[in-house]
């Protein structure tokens, strides 16, 4: 099992930043790849940004690419979303995700599906 608890959300400015920060406990050994993921009101979750074990491969969705940064620190078994020039489109519950041991890095956004785990999420709010 794995826990994973999000922390760093609020409310910020269009043009604003943020960083939240996913902390995993329990079998961390098998948090090879994780990713965020966010809900905006009234639509689907969908699939932000991933990283592989020693942090040096990312991808994101082309709508954070270039705005947004994912990052980790193993010793601290911490993942981060670094989140720059924020725009109102960015409000949503943002999830942290632990995807399942069998999982290959790919250059690919993560699914419902390649996810083991979940953090309860924490909420992002861009005001314009």
């Known amino acids: 099992q794995v826990q994973l608890v999000e922390s760093g959300g609020g409310l910020v400015q269009a043009g604003g930043s943020l960083r939240l920060n996913c902390a995993a406990s329990g079998r961390t050994d098998i948090t090879h790849i994780m990713a965020w993921f966010r809900q905006a009101p009234g639509k689907e979750r969908e699939f932000v940004a991933t990283?592989?074990?020693?942090?040096?491969?990312?991808y994101y969705t082309d709508s954070v690419n270039g705005r947004f940064t994912i990052s980790r620190d193993n010793a601290k078994n911490t993942v981060y979303l670094q989140m720059n020039s924020l725009k109102p489109d960015d409000t949503a519950v943002y999830y942290c995700?632990?995807?399942?041991?069998?999982?290959?890095?790919?250059?690919?956004?993560?699914?419902?599906?390649?996810?083991?785990?979940w953090g309860k999420g924490t909420l992002v709010t861009v005001s314009a």
């Open positions: 995700a632990v995807a399942k041991p069998s999982t290959i890095w790919s250059y690919r956004p993560l699914y419902d599906y390649d996810i083991d785990y």
């Open positions: 990283i592989n074990w020693s942090g040096t491969r990312s």
